[in-house]
């Protein structure tokens, strides 16, 4: 996951915390856009407040984010709370 949007509420660095489920399920995702995949294909929802941001569900608790920076995608694993108050704060 590389520079966040997100810095000021997501209190998830890395995968460290996730259990084993959650953590295979993010890595198949990531997987699946190194072949090039459609986002879509894979159950991505625009956020409509973020403009060019996809979501991905994870679970309950967390959320996948994908957008694209300087040609290239960025990922980052947010709570899903993070993601509401990142949302309500713009």
Not at 46 to 58: D, E, M, S, T
Not at 79 to 86: H, P
């Amino acid at each position: 996951m590389s520079s966040s949007k997100f810095n000021e509420y997501n209190k998830l660095p890395s995968l460290v915390g996730l259990p084993g489920c959650h953590r295979q399920a993010v890595l198949s995702l990531l997987e699946a856009f190194g072949q090039g995949r459609n986002p879509y294909e894979l159950g991505a929802r625009k956020v409509r407040a973020l403009k060019g941001v996809w979501r991905f569900r994870i679970g309950r608790k967390y959320r996948l984010l994908c957008w694209e920076e300087d040609g290239q995608r960025k990922f980052e694993l947010v709570t899903r709370q993070a993601l509401e108050c990142a949302i309500a704060r713009r």
